[in-house]
């Protein structure tokens, strides 16, 4: 049975039609952080939503797709920029692609087994394809909400638990005004030297 052939995406409510939206917030996503105390800080005032997607999932199983309207907001955790939890996808082998529609953001791949670790630009020009076995994570390097369309497999899963506990290698920071990507050790290191004391 066809139910549903048409999504419309608004790029202002940053939702696709109909569809049930998700939200995650800061408070959720502190071990996601390097530098605790910036984020604690901002707790103490407020609990910021960093993240929202309206999900498409209307068609299940084997050959269907199904994709996810993201919004991350503008803005930061100490140097960090805002970021997505990130995952890997319960079928591993499951690959996607992020259609960007909106705002200047990086998309951070690894590798599961530790082969390789990349970053890509997701900006509204460029789409990102995100192999099988790759966590993946998007983050907002801009001043304006990021906006993309993720498209993946129906049956791929989300698996956030590799990241939870491990989180990624790399680091997003504002450093002199720009996003540089630091290994994670190198940033907590450098946390670490400038609390001495
Ligand atoms: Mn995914």
Request: glycine fraction near 12%; include cysteine; aromatic fraction near 8%.
């Amino acid at each position: 049975m066809i139910q549903r052939l048409l999504g419309k995406c608004d790029l202002t409510t940053g939702t696709i039609d109909g569809s049930p939206v998700s939200r995650r917030r800061l408070s959720e996503m502190q071990d996601a952080f390097g530098d605790a105390r910036a984020c604690a800080a901002i707790l103490r005032g407020d609990d910021p939503v960093l993240y929202t997607v309206s999900t498409f999932d209307v068609y299940e199983g084997p050959g269907h797709l199904r994709c996810g309207l993201g919004v991350l907001f503008p803005g930061r955790v100490g140097e960090e920029y805002f970021l997505t939890r990130g995952h890997l996808h319960e079928r591993r082998e499951a690959a996607e692609i992020y259609v960007g529609l909106r705002g200047m953001g990086l998309m951070l791949m690894q590798r599961e087994d530790g082969t390789g670790s990349t970053t890509a630009e997701l900006t509204r020009d460029s789409f990102v394809y995100v192999p099988g076995y790759t966590a993946h994570r998007t983050v907002n390097v801009g001043d304006e909400p990021l906006i993309y369309l993720g498209i993946y497999p129906a049956d791929a899963g989300h698996d956030y638990e590799p990241i939870r506990a491990g989180n990624f290698s790399s680091v997003v920071v504002c450093r002199d005004g720009r996003p540089a990507v630091l290994p994670r050790s190198e940033f907590l290191h450098q946390l670490q030297s400038l609390r001495q004391p």
